[in-house]
């Protein structure tokens, strides 16, 4: 008598359904990993968006305060500016480093220095002006943006997983102002 085995095709099936069930797991974990990677990186940018926010409008404060409002004269006084809508005297503002003056020669200058304490940013923001024989002022103006506030910053330890988290962005401005004495 001839016996035939009939069992031969339950490995297959029970093999085919593993296999499928790696290849759907594979794009699975692969699609979860994209969506990490890009979770992460939108989170950057949002951080980013943040100090650089905070360094351009330091800049643009700066710049307003000087070429509008002629706050920073060349004189060396200690100049009182507002800006993110922070008053001079609000404990949010503080001024570093002290306003510094140099008088060597015929060449003065001057630098100035603000700390904005904001929610959830901090701006640090340095205006240096120079004045030449020709009388011609040349300014410098350097805002830095940090995606923290300076208090969380005035905390933090180096190699902290918080430190990993800080971003800078910096903005930098250089001009010429001439200024024009009338003839007699």
Known sequence: MKHTNTH??????????????TVVLSISIGIANIS???VVL???AREANSAFFAAD??????LLHDL????????GVDAEISCFG????????SKFPPVEYENEGSTPSYAFGYQFNLEDSCARIEL???????????TKIEAKGYNMSCDQMSTITAGTAIAS?????????????????PGP
Do not use: M, W
């Not at 922070?86 to 503002?93: C, F, G, N, R």
């Not at 240096?128 to 011609?136: P, R, T």
């Open 42 to 44: 939108s989170s950057a």
């Open 165 to 181: 988290r800080l971003v800078e962005r910096a903005v930098r401005a250089s001009y010429v102002e001439q200024v024009i004495t």
């Open 36 to 38: 990490y990677k890009e």
């Open 68 to 75: 509008k409002l002629g706050v920073f004269t060349g004189s």
């Open 128 to 138: 240096h002006k120079n004045v030449e024989e020709n009388d011609a002022f040349y």
């Open 57 to 62: 409008s330091g800049a643009e404060c700066l």
């Open 86 to 93: 922070l008053d001079p005297t609000d404990d949010k503002v």
């Open 8 to 21: 031969t095709k339950k490995g297959f099936v029970a093999l085919f359904a593993v296999l499928l069930a």
